[in-house]
Nanobody
């Protein structure tokens, strides 16, 4: 009864920007960490960034990501964002969000995933 829905992907030229959104809905009591992952063609899914419920961020150990990617969230909207600037062809991937969600005060946190949104960087 919990859904994560990503949006904001698309085809963009190198150097462009995108803002991905991921909204959680359904039976939600609280949300802990939210994050973004990506999976490029022929590669495994990899972490991009995470953000805690109080806004503490963590990025993959990549200078390219840390400089160009910004993760944020609006708790009142159960939404996490990923701003990507100066897009490069190597950023082409399906971007997935995930979230640790507690459905009620008696349940444990469980990790949910969105269906993914395609980002293609090409001229």
């Amino acid at each position: 009864q919990v859904q994560l829905v990503e949006s904001g992907g698309g085809l963009v030229q190198p150097g462009g920007s995108l803002r991905l959104s991921c909204a959680a809905s359904g039976s939600i009591y609280s949300i802990n960490t939210m994050g973004w992952y990506r999976q490029a063609p022929g590669k495994e899914r990899e972490l991009v960034a995470t953000i805690s419920s109080i806004g503490t961020t963590n990025y993959v150990d990549s200078d390219s990501v840390k400089v160009r990617f910004t993760i944020s969230r609006v708790n009142a909207k159960n939404t996490v964002y990923l701003q990507i600037n100066s897009l490069k062809p190597e950023d082409t991937a399906v971007y997935y969000c995930n979230a640790e969600i507690r459905s009620n005060r008696w349940s444990n946190f469980r990790t949910y995933w969105g269906q993914g949104t395609q980002v293609t960087v090409s001229s």
